[in-house]
């Protein structure tokens, strides 16, 4: 494929996104609706410590994501085994 193909669906796909986004905040601003916020704790929160295949507990941190850059309420790992 060459690189201006590749500029092009690019492109595309962009115009796409902000397509659906735009419909998206339409819809919500049409409906009026009071934005809703759900507290997470950390008792909400299940914590899995080893490999969901193999049960292995040699796993490597690859992401954690922070709420408030204190509650991790995300991380993806690897399982080394
Ligand atoms: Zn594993």
Request: negative net charge.
């Given at each position: ?7 092009d ?28 916020f759900?507290p ?7 914590t ?5 295949l193999c049960?292995s ?25």
């Open positions: 494929m060459a690189s201006s193909e590749i500029e669906l690019s492109a595309n796909r962009d115009m796409t996104l902000d397509k659906f986004k735009e419909r998206s905040l339409k819809r919500l601003e049409a409906r009026r609706e009071e934005q809703r759900y997470i704790e950390e008792a909400d929160l299940k899995v410590n080893r490999c969901a049960g507990v040699s796993v490597a941190r690859l992401a954690e994501v922070y709420l408030k850059g204190e509650l991790n309420f995300c991380s993806t790992s690897a399982c080394e085994d």
